[in-house]
């Protein structure tokens, strides 16, 4: 029995009631989540903390004061059951077999053990639990908020690790820049169903698309492996579940059936782990059953032993890209192809050159860009085309700078 | 065919004996409850076979204001998720092991009984099949962390 006399004190002015569901959200062999009115609570979210002896009816409850926005919140699987228990003040109900509540406390919060409550992150129902949940601890906890720039990276990362994997396991070549297909962009840009900012944690599930709603592209021309939408999205996740499994091994050695496959995988889940020196210090990952992913935690150190195995596998590798600088003006973007030319300030050579951005990427350059092509301001654009490609491909931003 | 081990199902099943109860006005299982058959899951503390926990209502002697048919089953999930979400749902309750059993057809009768719980499953074990017998029909899923 859960022994709460350090974390309640009774309420005095609670007179026996009954405890009569309003709304039942969960119930397994009697209503374990539910909405009731008390008399001098009002309308309570009510959770079986603890059950009653042998099955019996009743058990210990707590309560939580609540409203529309929250229950459509859980409903909606955009609010966990925990953070809707700690969403305000708590009360502790017992009701007997007869639905009679007949003590309750009041709980210090502060006091409240956390292994009584539903785990971080779970959500009503499995239908609303997301395919994989990405938390992130950073040094500098503030009350005031999550800093928005984590916020803007957290989002990001995990579609961009997938876009890699996708990119491999579908053996799509090339730099990946311009306008993706949108059945390729369906595969990984996936949704976030929640984002809550205790402690900043974000949700995404799966697309739960079949291979005709992908598209003609998809089916018959672009997939000529003859891969199934369900075969592909599995061994993708598979693989980035092997490779988190390898992130946080500390194992030198990146999985993967080739250097290729290796270094996909390796990069893939980088862009999920946390920067060695950024604000972030962990990220723990928590995949559904049966998504493949598995519960993990990312530290700082597993992102260094990654990068250097990363760098071996890449220096077995003939080198898939080269690189440049360049520096000069840039006057406008072709809006069609995502392209355009850095030309030289007078005196510094003749030589001009075409750069093409990654279509997500846009929405990070699109402002600087604007700024710099109006003020036709100097910058520094950094890209890498793959190796061999001929004279006329442009090469892919990958940094672009003020000078 | 599959030995039961303790009951006395193979003599049942030679007999056709009825496990239909009369529950008043109504038959349980109920009539809409079919034989049982793919795999089913429910949890328990410490992933073994312990009868205790593989009891009806009735046999506990609880819930006797219940429905007295659905006393008598035993709740499963369909949906091993639905099993693992529950247990990390309710942490409390000191569940770890997710349990499931595999149905060859003549253990009882089951009926899906979803109320807010979609693969919610309605269990009535078969005359004889007891909740020790029951609890060897079972064996580890998942143990959930």
Redesign the interface.
């Known amino acids: 029995m859960?022994n709460h006399a350090h974390w309640t004190t009774p309420l005095k002015e609670w007179s026996p009631s009954r405890l009569e569901p309003l709304e039942?959200?969960?119930?397994?062999?009697q209503p374990?989540?539910f909405t009731t009115k008390l008399p001098s609570l009002g309308l309570v979210l009510a959770y079986?903390?603890?059950?009653a002896v042998?099955?019996?009816?009743g058990g210990r409850f707590l309560a939580v004061p609540t409203n529309a926005t929250m229950l459509a919140d859980l409903r909606r699987g955009r609010m966990s059951?925990r953070d809707a228990l700690l969403n305000s003040w708590l009360w502790l109900i017992d009701m007997d077999?007869s639905g009679t509540a007949r003590e309750a406390w009041h709980i210090d919060a502060e006091k409240l053990p956390g292994?009584?409550?539903?785990?971080p992150g779970?959500?009503?129902?499995?239908?609303l639990?997301p395919d994989l949940i990405l938390r992130y601890e950073w040094q500098e906890l503030s009350a005031d908020g999550v800093p928005a720039s984590l916020v803007a990276h957290a989002g990001g990362s995990f579609p961009q690790a997938l876009r890699v994997l996708y990119r491999h396991v579908l053996q799509i070549g090339g730099s990946g820049a311009g306008h993706p297909a949108n059945w390729l962009r369906q595969l990984y840009n996936i949704q976030a169903t929640r984002i809550a900012f205790s402690s900043l944690e974000i949700g995404f599930v799966r697309p739960k698309l079949r291979q005709g709603e992908l598209g003609l592209s998809y089916s018959d021309t672009d997939v000529e492996h003859g891969k199934g939408f369900q075969e592909v999205q599995e061994q993708t996740w598979k693989l980035l579940g092997d490779g988190l499994t390898w992130l946080t091994s500390g194992s030198t050695e990146p999985p993967g059936q080739s250097d290729q496959e290796r270094i996909a995988i390796a990069e893939a889940v980088l862009k999920i782990a946390p920067s060695v020196r950024g604000q972030v210090s962990s990220v723990s990952v928590r995949g559904?059953?049966?998504s493949g992913i598995g519960?993990h935690v990312v530290m700082r150190s597993h992102t260094q032993t990654a990068l250097e195995a990363l760098d071996e596998v890449r220096q077995r590798v003939p080198a898939e890209y080269e690189s440049v600088v360049k520096d000069g003006r840039v006057r406008e973007l072709d809006q069609d192809l995502l392209t355009f030319i850095v030309r030289p300030v007078a005196g510094h050579g003749t030589d001009e050159m075409r750069f093409q951005i990654v279509e997500d990427d846009l929405d990070s350059f699109d402002k600087a860009f604007s700024a710099f092509t109006v003020q036709s301001s100097r910058v520094t654009v950094v890209g890498r085309r793959p190796v061999g490609s001929g004279p006329q491909t442009p090469y892919t931003v990958v940094e672009f700078l003020p000078r | 065919m599959r030995t039961m081990v303790g009951s006395s199902l193979s003599s049942i099943e030679q007999t056709k004996a009825p496990h239909l109860w009369n529950n008043g006005r109504m038959a349980c299982p109920p009539e809409s409850s079919v034989d049982p058959s793919g795999r089913y899951y429910r949890w328990c503390a410490y992933g073994n076979q312990d009868g205790a926990h593989y009891r009806t209502f009735e046999e506990v002697g609880t819930r006797r204001d219940a429905d007295q048919c659905l006393r008598r089953a035993l709740s499963l999930l369909s949906d091993v998720r639905a099993a693992i979400q529950h247990i990390r749902l309710f942490p409390s309750h000191g569940y770890r092991f997710v349990m499931r059993i595999d149905f060859q057809g003549d253990e009882g009768k089951i009926k899906a009984t979803s109320g807010r719980v979609p693969s919610h499953t309605s269990w009535w074990p078969q005359d004889g099949l007891g909740p020790q017998d029951r609890a060897k029909l079972f064996s580890i899923e998942a143990e959930v962390p």
């Open positions: 859960i039942v959200f969960y119930e397994f062999d374990m989540i079986l903390v603890e059950p042998d099955g019996e009816l059951v077999a292994d009584i409550l539903p785990e779970v959500m009503l129902s499995a239908e639990q559904a059953p049966g519960r």
